[in-house]
């Protein structure tokens, strides 16, 4: 078997392993870092679906405690604490090194400060993004970075099993099919590093890039590594139902609509929202699901079996404004987010 040697392998493109490889890189420009895809750097994987945007605690009056908080509340106290923290702590650093270092433009306010907008759960407006589709910014100039970096690309080879060094006593690399040609490919590696995410292939509707099918996670189990955690799979309330005729159903209709103060409805057209929860529609993600559920469960759905957002009280030119893609992409399905009704399914 053809075989190459690395100091890291990494595996997957994402945010993940886009940043790992330029922080590797970053701490010894020595290193001979290996990154290995299945699809295109920078193309594929969910990084690039990001829509809504990344939550940090920047503004006067919020703080890294309050997203902590706000974190640990809407996991169920369920969180690892240790890890929440050093996620809203270091997202403070993350969009700073996006901006300055990796040269991502993000929305701004008229005054020149970056524009947070409303996302559920949070108690302080605190989401920066690129207009309503912050994943293709974030990718891009990250997979920009990569590609002028002296960093070694395996795309279109799919990772397939880890290899145990001889004593056992670690991983020695990994086995990859280059998809090209349908050659089998050996990596050493004194590191190796799983950036694939999980996979939703297992549910009827589900929104993540086609690529991500839980087998990153299952070369880890195969060797027998412990996963964790597994059983919490976030369902995004508003996933976009457009019938038996498209692709496109269960792609995210993205969460600062119900932020901007989008309705959802029933197929009696009336809102339920807060029959189940006090915020209504602005309740977290996992409480919006169920409560969308329990509306299909007891029959009051739309024609195609979910329910309604109706953004048309905010003014449709508005909502066109503030929400461009996401008013594209249902128009391309033949239906009117900014003046009419979306049937939508948690997905
Ligand atoms: C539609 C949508 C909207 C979202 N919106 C938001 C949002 O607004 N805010 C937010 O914070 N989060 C959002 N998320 C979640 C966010 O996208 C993810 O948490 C994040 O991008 C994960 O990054 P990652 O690098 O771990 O994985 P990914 O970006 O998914 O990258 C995984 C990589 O692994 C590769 N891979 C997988 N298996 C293999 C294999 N066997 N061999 C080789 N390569 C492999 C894939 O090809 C891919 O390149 C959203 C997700 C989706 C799907």
């Given amino acids: 078997m053809e075989q190459i040697k690395t100091d890291i392998l990494i595996i997957g493109t994402g945010g993940a392993g886009l940043f790992a490889a330029l922080h590797a890189k970053q701490a010894n420009p020595d290193l001979h870092v290996t990154l290995a895809v299945k699809g295109l750097v920078g193309k594929c994987g969910c990084t690039r679906m990001v829509q809504g945007g990344y939550n940090v605690a920047l503004a006067a009056g919020d703080s890294v405690e309050r997203h902590f908080m706000d974190t640990i509340v809407g996991g169920k106290w369920l969180p690892n604490q240790e890890l929440a923290w050093r996620l809203c702590e270091t997202a403070v650093e993350r ?32 989401t920066v993004h690129k207009s309503d589709l912050t994943g293709i910014e974030i990718i891009n100039r990250l997979m920009e970075k990569v590609w002028a970096a002296d960093v070694n690309k395996l795309e279109e080879h799919r990772a397939i ?52 099918t839980c087998d990153g996670l299952n070369m880890a189990l195969d060797l027998g590594l412990g ?43 009336e809102r339920f929202m807060f029959n189940y929860h006090d915020a209504g529609e602005r309740a977290t993600r996992d409480i919006v699901s169920r409560g969308i559920y329990q509306e299909m469960r007891d029959g009051r759905t739309t024609p195609m079996g ?15 404004k503030s929400f461009p ?23």
Avoid: W
């Fill in 227 to 269: 996963l964790r955690d597994m059983e919490m799979v976030q369902f995004h309330p508003t996933g976009l139902l457009g019938g038996p005729d498209t692709r496109m159903t269960g792609t995210v209709l993205e969460e600062g609509l119900r932020g901007a103060g989008g309705y959802l409805l029933n197929g009696d057209k």
């Fill in 95 to 126: 969009i700073n090194e996006l901006e300055n270092e990796v040269g991502c433009f993000f929305d701004r306010n008229a005054d020149g400060s970056l524009h947070q907008k409303a996302f559920a759960g949070q108690s302080f407006d605190r």
């Fill in 161 to 212: 099993k880890l290899v145990r060094s001889a004593d056992r006593s670690g991983i020695a690399g990994a086995v990859l099919i280059d998809m090209r040609s349908g050659v089998y490919r050996y990596v050493a590696a004194k590191a190796v590093m799983l950036a694939t995410g999980a996979g939703p292939t297992m549910y009827r509707y589900h929104t993540p890039s086609g690529d991500k």
């Fill in 306 to 320: 979910g329910v309604y957002i109706s953004m048309a009280h905010l003014g449709a030119d508005h909502v066109a």
């Fill in 325 to 347: 893609g996401m008013v594209k992409r249902c128009k391309d399905c033949g239906f009117d987010l900014a003046g009419g009704l979306v049937e939508v399914v948690p997905t």
